[in-house]
């Protein structure tokens, strides 16, 4: 079966990227390209796009994932021993950087960098 453009925009694909037991959402690491596997609790977090990306879609879960061994859960929320607990996961969500601060930084760190060879006009660093 071959379908033209207009259906094909009309499609409605699904596909599964984890499996609920145990009270939580369980993602396979794979599937957000970490080497961890990812619980969220059922009840408490929410699954949207900020969940997974962040400003200019870093991950969120990738982050976490390069300061932990490769076969360590991230788990978040629930009752789990070692969990992130839903309301610091949310409080992470609401102060990573946004697009604004990340522009900063990146004129402060070049400012630094070249301010040596170069006069410029603007303090970046401010």
């Known amino acids: 079966m071959t379908l033209d453009s207009d259906e094909l925009d009309a499609f409605e694909f699904r596909f599964r990227f984890a499996s609920r037991h145990d009270g939580y959402c369980h993602i396979d690491g794979r599937v957000l390209d970490i080497p961890n596997k990812v619980l969220i609790a059922d009840t408490g977090i929410k699954l949207v796009t900020k969940v997974f990306g ?18 360590q859960e991230i788990v978040i929320g629930g009752t789990r021993s070692g969990a ?23 004129g402060a760190r070049v400012a630094s960098v070249i301010g040596d060879y170069i006069d410029t006009s603007k303090d970046a660093q401010q």
Not at 58 to 70: A, K, N, T, V
């Open 54 to 71: 962040a400003e200019r879609n870093i991950s969120i879960f990738g982050r976490m994932s390069e300061l932990l061994d490769s076969g």
């Open 84 to 106: 992130i607990p839903s309301l610091v996961f949310e409080q992470l969500l609401k102060e990573f950087p946004n697009t604004t601060e990340l522009n900063r930084y990146a």
